[in-house]
């Protein structure tokens, strides 16, 4: 998988996370909005989120997660959703010497594990570490941050109420110390919510998922869809 916030295809709550079908093209992987359901139907045991720059990353975190199954599985399940996916928080996390702007990303300037499918009220977020802030379950507050959310939509079925409050990610933050109270969104690809400030976007987010390997040696290096890696010393061939 891979989010852009800012190419025109707005990755929310509702959208690809679940439904079972293609985004994008090979091609277009990590320039776009991209999600292969083959892939995304394959049993698996780690997740790397990998931050980057046109392809090249620059930032990544390895998790492992509690039991093996689908990525699509994951996300289906949203009834009552609300699961802590991960266990152990990051196995491996690396940052580029040339990464920028990383206060406020919602993926590293967190802590702690995976939260998936976190419904509260009629809010709905796909992906947040669980070391910001978590809501209660019956609190309509708009103030969970991270990949894939939704501001109006019914987070049990993954139905949208109004399309104005979607938007795909925004920054680590907490609304109530912002100015009016305001959301700081990034990129382009979020709905006309009046609350919603566009900031400038941080990198494409790139998800790969593995069976058995427990890190992700590609940091300041291009990114594929497909990625084998070769144990020194051995014929063990661990694909990403």
Same mark, same amino acid.
């Given at each position: ?12 709550? !509702?959208?690809?996370?679940? !439904?079972?079908?293609?985004?994008? !093209?090979? *091609? ?18 780690? %997740? ?6 046109? &392809? ?8 492992? +997660? ?14 009552p959703g609300r699961r802590i996916e991960t266990v152990g928080e990051a196995l491996q996390e690396s940052i580029s010497d040339t990464a *920028? ?15 998936? @499918?976190?419904?509260?009220?009629? @809010?709905?977020?796909? =992906? ?14 708009? @103030? =969970?941050?991270?990949?894939? @959310?939704? +501001? ?8 949208? %109420? ?6 795909? =990610? ?10 009016? &109270?305001? %959301?700081?969104?990034? &990129? ?6 009046? /609350?919603?400030? *566009? ?7 790139? %998800? +790969? ?8 040696? +590609? ?5 594929? !869809? ?5 144990? /020194? ?8």
């Open positions: 998988m891979n989010l852009n916030p800012a190419d025109g295809h707005i990755m929310d709550y !509702t959208t690809g996370w679940a !439904t079972d079908a293609d985004i994008g !093209t090979d *091609e277009e992987a990590f320039s776009k909005d991209y999600l292969n359901k083959e892939v995304w139907k394959m049993d698996v045991n780690y %997740i790397a989120i990998v931050r980057h720059q046109q &392809g090249i990353a620059d930032a990544i975190k390895v998790f492992q +997660f509690k039991e093996t199954r689908s990525m699509l599985e994951r996300f289906q399940d949203m009834d *920028e702007d990383l206060a406020g990303d919602p993926i590293f300037s967190v802590g702690g594990d995976l939260a998936f @499918n976190w419904g509260y009220g009629d @809010n709905g977020c796909r =992906i947040v570490l669980t070391g910001g802030h978590l809501s209660g379950l019956g609190e309509y507050e708009d @103030n =969970i941050h991270g990949l894939g @959310n939704h +501001f109006n939509v019914n987070p049990k079925t993954g139905v949208e %109420i109004s399309n104005e409050w979607r938007h795909e =990610i925004a920054n680590s933050q907490n609304k109530f110390d912002n100015p009016g &109270g305001v %959301i700081y969104v990034q &990129g382009t690809d979020h709905g006309k919510g009046h /609350a919603y400030r *566009e900031v400038p976007v941080k990198g494409n987010y790139a %998800i +790969f998922i593995s069976q058995d390997r427990t890190n992700f040696p +590609f940091l300041n290096q291009q990114l594929d !869809t497909r990625i084998i890696v070769i144990t /020194a010393g051995t014929s063990i061939h661990s694909i990403w």
